[in-house]
């Protein structure tokens, strides 16, 4: 009896003694997802503060400029090779050709050209690369929360022979760009600060295409926004993080109203914001438009999963869309009005 009694009362202790390791290993997974977390807005609002400092610089050489790629169509190119020397037909090729320019000289010497490519959203910092003189991929270009950039980022060789390619859809042949993919930045740049504001009837700019990566408008010139050119510099969201890539069960593209993500205003503060409490925007196409843009987001294995399960998930343009372009705001505040355009 005496036995039996010892045997419950060690079994009852070893039970909670279980309960409590069970408690605590819960904990520390929260916690660890919790510093992921907080690592990830910590590093993303680091490197939004290298690409102020590095704005800034810029602006400060290139008469209050954003940086941005500048050959233009009609305009024979600059460049010192053979394939690149060429008069580009209109303002997307002269981008595309300038990007291959600069990587060719500061990161990939053999990358080929790229067809109907803008650059100026994803790959804009390569000229922030060129202007610096720094080797390409730059470092604080990558969010530390993008796993695939990263990992694209440290093994750039494996990510252009496929490496990294779903295993369970076979090896897809080498699709257009593959060599500039891992180049590029985890921050988009809303088109406004490279593209006129709005068409009108003088000029063009760019637009939502068919999806999230496709664009689409009439011919505009690339550059020459100026900084004085921004009505709300601490309302217009200037870079932000492509997702939310922590805090959530998954990924969380960017375009969510629901998404939380790190953002660097034009003042050169950075925040992490709702993207529902952004403006909602506009179509720069038909600018008294009370419309905004809307675009279907169609994930490719790459991207954040569409969380409303397979097909597509219909976005609306904030912050890349602002209404108004760069004379508008994107936060804490009504949106500037565009009737009179």
Not at 116 to 131: C, E, M, Q
Not at 229 to 252: F, N
Request: proline share 9%; aromatic share 12%.
């Amino acid at each position: 009896m005496k036995h039996r009694r010892v045997w419950a009362f060690v079994l009852i202790e070893l039970a909670a003694l279980l309960a409590v390791l069970a408690v605590v290993a819960s904990l520390l997974l929260v916690l660890g997802k919790g510093s992921r977390h907080n690592a990830w807005q910590a590093g993303s609002i680091a490197n939004l503060h290298e690409f102020a400092a590095a704005g800034s610089s810029y602006q400060a050489d290139y008469a209050d400029q954003f940086y941005s790629y500048s050959w233009r169509h009609g305009v024979p190119t600059p460049s010192t090779f053979a394939d690149l020397q060429i008069v580009p037909s209109d303002a997307i090729e002269a981008a595309g050709l300038q990007a291959i320019d600069i990587l060719r000289r500061h990161g990939r010497p053999t990358a080929e050209r790229v067809s109907l490519w803008i650059p100026s959203v994803l790959h804009h910092n390569f000229v922030l690369a060129d202007y610096m003189g720094a080797d390409l991929p730059l470092r604080f270009a990558v969010s530390p929360g993008d796993r695939n950039k990263v990992l694209w980022s440290n093994d750039i060789e494996g990510f252009i022979r496929g490496d990294y390619d779903p295993p369970d859809q076979g090896q897809p042949p080498p699709f257009p760009g593959r060599e500039v993919a891992p180049y590029g930045s985890s921050y988009r740049m809303p088109l406004a600060f490279t593209a006129p504001d709005a068409v009108t009837a003088t000029t063009g700019t760019v637009t939502g295409g068919g999806d999230h990566f496709q664009l689409a408008g009439p011919p505009c010139d690339f550059g020459g926004r100026l900084l004085s050119q921004v009505a709300y510099p601490s309302q217009k969201v200037y870079l932000l993080d492509s997702a939310q890539w922590q805090g959530a069960r998954t990924a969380v593209y960017f375009g969510y109203p629901f998404a939380r993500v790190p953002m660097l205003m034009v003042d050169g503060s950075a925040h992490v914001r709702v993207m529902g409490d952004a403006n909602a925007g506009f179509r720069p196409d038909v600018p008294r438009s009370p419309f905004p843009v809307q675009y279907p987001y169609a994930p490719a294995w790459w991207d954040p999963p569409a969380l409303s399960g397979p097909g597509t998930t219909s976005i609306s343009g904030r912050c890349s869309w602002t209404r108004a372009g760069i004379q508008g705001r994107d936060f804490d505040g009504q949106e500037v009005s565009t009737s009179s355009w």
